[in-house]
């Protein structure tokens, strides 16, 4: 298998790919495959029921929160957690990080105010804030944030610590470090980089938030419906949530997110280390906002990055390209992508630099 450094949509362990294309043809003996079994079926309900519980234990989430499984991708939650939160007279606090947190600014400004307290913008997103430089007002419902900008390479190295409630985007990088969840309102990821395949985003509600959507709100876009229908109001995603579970027990099996976060950190450690070895490469993120699951850079001769991917590319390191909007190279190195790979990246790049000097 190559190794695949892509962003997304997703890498998830060999061993989870290959049960899951066994059950897509035949779940549990039932002589029908996972995606035909009823979503009202007993064995189903268990698949739910299952995913839901895994998730609990290895985020250490608290009883008063509720777990959603949700359709309409990370994009979705942008105006639904406004929709759900906000409404005219009320005001949240975002901090401007990136990509998707403009996008999500751009939503929530369609149901409420909207203070942007910090802008990363000006310096291409390089850096997440320090807590001593943005403010929090007093009225503000929520203080927004990414916890994981997978565009710039940047992440929150620690949650602030304000009297507001926070809610965070974690689609980047949940279940890769620990953290503690009653600190948050709400947090919600596209299932599609730690969790499981695209088609399905969790959303985790702390209840007592169920009540505050105006009387408005649709029906299939108010948190209280999918809270009080366990996420089957409609038909749920059966084989996004059903691969969901089988990488919560893949995590739980090496040890839970403290196993996994050690190895994260490793691998993050080697490529930055390898960055910051001689001028050869430069980090796009500031050290101190660096993220363990994007690892963003270029090289000092802007010239010569297309040649690294495509050698790069031809020896089995995929997806190696940054993105679009900024270029360069970013290496994507989510739970399931194994320790081999960074380590095999690592010596092409000393390689290459032997190989193509300055
Ligand atoms: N938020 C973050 C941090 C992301 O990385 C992405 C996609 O990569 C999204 C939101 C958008 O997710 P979706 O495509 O599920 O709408």
Request: proline letters at 6%; hydrophobic letters at 40%.
């Amino acid at each position: 298998r190559a190794f695949n450094f892509s962003p997304g949509p997703a890498v998830l362990p060999y061993e989870v790919l290959e049960q899951a294309s066994r059950d897509v043809v035949n779940f549990q003996g039932l002589g029908m495959g996972l995606i035909e079994v009823s979503h009202r079926s007993k064995p189903f309900i268990a698949v739910m029921d299952e995913a839901e519980a895994l998730l609990r234990e290895l985020m250490g989430i608290p009883e008063n929160y509720k777990v959603l499984f949700l359709q309409g991708g990370a994009s979705s939650q942008f105006f639904m957690v406004p929709m759900n939160l906000l409404g005219p007279g009320k005001k949240a606090t975002y901090l401007n990080t990136g990509t998707w947190s403009k996008k999500a600014i751009k939503e929530a400004k369609l149901f409420g105010e909207v203070d942007v307290a910090y802008s990363s913008e000006d310096s291409k997103f390089v850096r997440v804030p320090a807590q001593n430089e943005y403010t929090v007002s007093a009225d503000s419902e929520y203080l927004y944030l990414v916890s994981n900008n997978t565009i710039y390479g940047t992440a929150f190295p620690e949650f602030p610590v304000v009297d507001t409630m926070l809610i965070s985007d974690m689609s980047s990088d949940i279940l890769s470090r620990q953290f503690d969840v009653s600190r948050f309102g709400l947090i919600f990821a596209g299932a599609q980089k730690n969790l499981g395949p695209a088609g399905v985003t969790v959303v985790v509600i702390r209840e007592d938030l169920l009540d505050r959507a105006p009387a408005t709100t649709p029906t299939m876009l108010n948190y209280k419906t999918h809270a009080e229908k366990g996420s089957m109001f409609n038909t749920p995603p059966c084989f996004a949530v059903y691969v969901v579970g089988l990488v919560l027990k893949w995590l739980k099996k090496i040890g839970g997110v403290p196993a996994i976060e050690k190895i994260n950190r490793e691998k993050a450690a080697m490529l930055y280390a390898k960055i910051d070895e001689s001028g050869y490469y430069r980090g796009h993120a500031e050290p101190a906002s660096r993220s363990l699951m994007n690892v963003t850079f270029n090289l000092a001769t802007p010239e010569l990055e297309a040649k690294f991917i495509a050698e790069a590319t031809a020896i089995g390191l995929n997806g190696l390209k940054g993105h679009r909007s900024v270029g360069g190279c970013r290496a994507s190195i989510y739970n399931a992508f194994p320790i081999e790979g960074v380590v095999k990246l690592v010596e092409f790049m000393r390689q290459f630099e032997l190989a193509n000097p300055a």
